[in-house]
């Protein structure tokens, strides 16, 4: 198996990267963990300071103080390894967002969730690298040559997440049935992506790495990603169930307990689908019980509160604390294989095969 893995002068001694996961979920405890056992962890940018005293009163500045310390407790845990940040091109406050992480001094923005297109503008003289999330061959395309294009710049890495993944997904509803979902494993879409990558690798003369990740469960899984051209994997659902991670044990024991017939494709307010475990929560949206009264942090730019079927961001930040009358807990397909909460290390010792 393939061992160590670059990102331009980032090293990696593991070919793993942690999928940011919000609302809460990867934060300094799991990102850091991840990073100093040898892959790249990923901080999640989404509502960081919702645990912070004044949130309520001031989101904005509870979000940035949380940033700081999470990105800087996450250097601590790691061994000042490299730290990274996923931050959702879908948010309101996208833009704020990128500018904070750059100075913030985060190695890495991996951004999906919405075209990232103006990224290389956002983050013009600056060092930070960037990595946008693309689910198929075609998005990779489209966004290799406006980069190119408008910016003469290619990205830092590539991640295609495929459809067995977790949260927000870049693949039509009617693309998302077990059948079809049998017909597109994640190996077989890898040889298109990279196809797109290689004359741009090319041009500039240095590899873009393609990170692929969405229901990587086991070795065996890593092992056939990596045989088929990945340069790394991107895990987000089994790092739910360590020890490190910041979510609480009630999320964590969702997942853990989740049977194949609880994981659901869900109608997110982001206007993506998503996937989830069901809860009380997601039965009572199903049935149109969850209208929100007001919009408390305006966090997507396509959510309009009087439409919406619920507030995700509420549903999130109660999911997080395993409150399941209130929320839910977004997972990948492949979950229900996951039978233990470990350790980061152990985890990761597992993946790799040692
Ligand atoms: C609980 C949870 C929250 C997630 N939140 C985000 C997010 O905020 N932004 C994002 O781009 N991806 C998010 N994802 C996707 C992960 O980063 C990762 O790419 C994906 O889960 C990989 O599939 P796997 O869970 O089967 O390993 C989330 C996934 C989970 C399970």
Not at 17 to 29: D, E, H, K, P
Not at 54 to 79: C, T, V, W
Not at 250 to 259: G, P, S, W
Not at 322 to 335: I, P, R
């Amino acid at each position: 198996m393939k061992k160590q893995f670059k990102i331009g002068d980032l090293e990696f001694s593991k070919p793993i990267v942690q999928g940011g996961m919000g609302i809460g979920i990867s934060l300094s405890n799991l990102a850091g963990n991840v990073s100093k056992n040898g892959g790249l962890g990923v901080l999640s940018s989404v509502e960081m300071g919702c645990d912070y005293p004044n949130y309520k009163e001031n989101p904005k500045l509870a979000n940035r103080q949380a940033m700081e310390d999470h990105f800087k407790r996450a250097k601590e845990i790691s061994g000042n390894r490299p730290i990274g940040i996923n931050i959702m091109v879908a948010l309101t406050q996208y833009e704020q967002l990128v500018k904070d992480a750059i100075q913030v001094g985060v190695d890495i923005i991996f951004a999906g969730a919405g075209l990232p297109l103006t990224l290389p503008e956002l983050t013009r003289n600056s060092l930070i690298k960037i990595a946008p999330i693309i689910s198929s061959k075609r998005v990779a395309k489209l966004i290799l040559k406006h980069w190119w294009r408008h910016y003469k710049i290619v990205p830092d890495a590539i991640v295609l997440e495929g459809p067995l993944a977790g949260g927000h997904l870049g693949f039509k509803t009617e693309d998302l049935t077990p059948e079809r979902l049998l017909a597109q494993p994640l190996p077989g879409l890898i040889p298109g992506v990279l196809e797109e990558i290689k004359p741009y690798e090319e041009l500039v003369g240095r590899k873009i790495p393609l990170i692929a990740g969405g229901g990587i469960t086991t070795a065996q899984d890593v092992k056939e990603t990596l045989a088929a051209g990945a340069d790394a994997v991107q895990i987000g659902s089994r790092f739910v169930a360590t020890q490190e991670c910041d979510a609480s044990l009630a999320f964590k024991e969702a997942l853990v307990n989740a049977k194949k017939s609880d994981i659901e494709i869900i109608a997110s307010p982001a206007g993506l689908p998503g996937r989830a475990i069901h809860t009380p929560f997601l039965e009572e949206v199903s049935a149109g019980l969850r209208k929100p009264k007001s919009c408390p942090v305006n966090c997507i730019k396509s959510c309009d509160h009087k439409t919406t079927p619920y507030c995700i961001a509420s549903a999130l930040i109660a999911g997080k604390w395993g409150d399941f009358k209130n929320g839910y807990v977004f997972s990948g397909a492949n979950a229900y294989k996951i039978n233990e909460i470990t350790t980061v290390e152990a985890l990761m010792n597992e993946l790799m095969g040692i």
